[in-house]
């Protein structure tokens, strides 16, 4: 079992994001999950990211504010406590339109292992 503080979280960019600050809760340390990993990101007002897509799905959950999302001509918001998967390949934008902070926690699986020979 490892137990993490918020304290000991760490920052990371994410690509393609703007107007975030990103702390990643648990992974990529010794002890940690081996399948996934978590971050818990904070949207200011007009902050997003996007349009792109990732060759493996994700989850967000929102913990306060809420995000809009659009997809495929679609488009939705999401609030408090709400989520979503969003699968492989798919391409979406997602910006806080509120005033509000938006907090998320995004869970993302691991970048594939390379293929030994």
Not at 52 to 57: I, K, Q, V, Y
Not at 64 to 72: N, Q
Request: glycine share 12%; charged share 20%; with cysteine.
């Amino acid at each position: 079992m490892l137990i993490k503080r918020f304290q000991e979280a760490r920052p990371y960019e994410a690509p393609n994001h703007w107007g975030v600050s990103g702390l990643r809760l648990q992974g990529f340390e010794e002890g940690g999950p081996t399948n996934q990993w978590i971050g818990y990101s904070q949207f200011l007002p007009g902050g997003g990211a996007g349009p792109d897509s990732t060759p493996f799905e994700k989850v967000y959950v929102v913990l306060a504010g809420e995000m809009t999302l659009e997809w495929d001509g679609n488009t939705a918001v999401l609030g408090l406590l709400d989520s979503c998967t969003i699968p492989p390949g798919q391409v979406r934008r997602i910006e806080n339109r509120s005033n509000h902070v938006c907090k998320m926690l995004v869970v993302i699986p691991y970048p594939p292992k390379p293929k030994s020979e």
